[in-house]
Nanobody, 132 residues
């Protein structure tokens, strides 16, 4: 069993930055690809970014490209999301998730990275509020 705990959310003004962290515990040896998603009330959880097992490959939703950076430190069992140039529309609860498969596998079987069906474990989420 893997547990994920996010931290780092808070209130920030538009144009500001926040750094989110996701700490993994439990059977972390089973973790491969990781992702960040966000969700606002009344809407589906939405893909933000994903990273493969060694951090060499990253993927982003179009609306965060050039502003957000996903990274990981496997030795510390951490995944990060650096968010710069924040906009009010980035306001959401941010969740980290562990994929069932490696990204290479998902690409091979044509499972979209931006879907939630292949997320095996979710954290509890951390709220990010961007004021205008």
């Amino acid at each position: 069993q893997v547990q994920l705990v996010e931290s780092g959310g808070g209130l920030v003004q538009a144009g500001g930055s926040l750094s989110l962290s996701c700490a993994a515990s439990g059977r972390t040896s089973t973790i491969d690809a990781m992702g960040w998603f966000h969700q606002v009330p009344g809407k589906d959880r939405e893909f933000v970014a994903a990273i493969n097992w060694n951090g060499q490959s990253t993927y982003y939703a179009d609306f965060v490209k050039g502003r957000f950076t996903i990274s990981r430190d496997n030795a510390k069992r951490m995944v990060y999301l650096q968010m710069n140039s924040l906009k009010p529309e980035d306001t959401a609860v941010y969740y980290c998730g562990a994929y069932k498969y490696a990204i290479a596998t998902m690409l091979l079987i044509k499972h979209p990275l931006n879907g939630t069906r292949d997320i095996e474990v979710w954290g509890q989420g951390t709220l990010v509020t961007v004021s205008s």
